[in-house]
């Protein structure tokens, strides 16, 4: 079956661009999560949608960062006036439940330029 | 106390080896345990989920203590696929429900 996809896979950007990172989560999935990787580094958790319930955006980095999940299903992470620091693979997973296994997309790595 | 603790490693094995991991976590409201692997540049994928008996898949056999907050992986007859970075994850507590640790690197030699 079909997995989680994320597009674009490779994002090259002008600093002070905006960008959109488009996930779509495995159906059925009601948890979607948005981490991002730099280069060598651990996974960093930026949000948290389940289900119907108010988002989880403690980890977004500032207020240039904001997502949102339509219909319970495809999310948008946007990045504003992209910076240098924010290159990195912008990773998107979905699980069935709260408590269960997630499945992660193959990411977006983003260069800002 | 981080909310998640692995020794980095690297751990580097002859093929054949058997190698263990250890992880510690600090939520003991955690509700369900996974074992992830990363290969490098990939995203992170599920290698197994980790019950509360202990389970085994295959090579690889996972151990959950509760009482001291304990995770454990396994792995027997190392092959030089298993080169990659494990992550302990927790979850099912706090505001959000993956916490991921930075891992544990393993690289099985010739």
């Known amino acids: 079956g079909a997995g989680v996809s994320q597009s674009p896979s490779n994002k090259v950007t002008e600093k002070g661009k905006d960008v959109e990172l488009r996930c779509d989560p495995i159906?059925?999935?009601?948890?979607l999560y948005w981490y991002r990787q730099s280069l060598g580094q651990g996974l960093e958790f930026l949000i948290y949608f389940q289900g119907n319930s108010a988002p989880d955006k403690s980890g977004l980095p500032s207020d240039r960062f904001s997502a949102e999940r339509t219909g319970g299903s495809v999310s948008t992470l946007t990045i504003q006036r992209t910076q240098q620091e924010d290159s990195a693979v912008y990773l998107c997973?979905?699980?069935?439940?709260?408590?269960?296994?997630?499945?992660f997309g193959q990411g977006t790595r983003l260069t800002v330029v | 106390r981080k909310e998640v603790e692995q020794d980095p490693g690297p751990f580097n094995v002859p093929e054949g080896a058997t190698v263990a991991f250890n992880c510690t976590y600090s939520?003991?409201?955690?509700?369900?345990f996974f074992w992830y692997r990363q290969d490098c540049r990939k995203e992170p994928k599920l290698l197994m989920s980790v019950y509360s008996s202990g389970n085994e898949d295959g090579r690889f056999t996972a151990q959950l203590n509760r009482a001291s907050q304990y995770i454990s992986l396994l792995i027997r007859d190392s092959k030089l696929s298993d080169s990659a970075t494990y992550l302990c994850?927790?979850?099912?507590?706090?505001?959000?429900?993956?916490?991921f640790g930075k891992g544990t690197k393993l690289s099985v030699i010739p």
């Open positions: 994850v927790p979850s099912g507590a706090g505001s959000y429900q993956l916490t």
């Open positions: 939520n003991s409201a955690s509700q369900s």
């Open positions: 159906s059925g999935h009601t948890a």
């Open positions: 997973a979905s699980s069935l439940r709260r408590e269960s296994e997630a499945f």
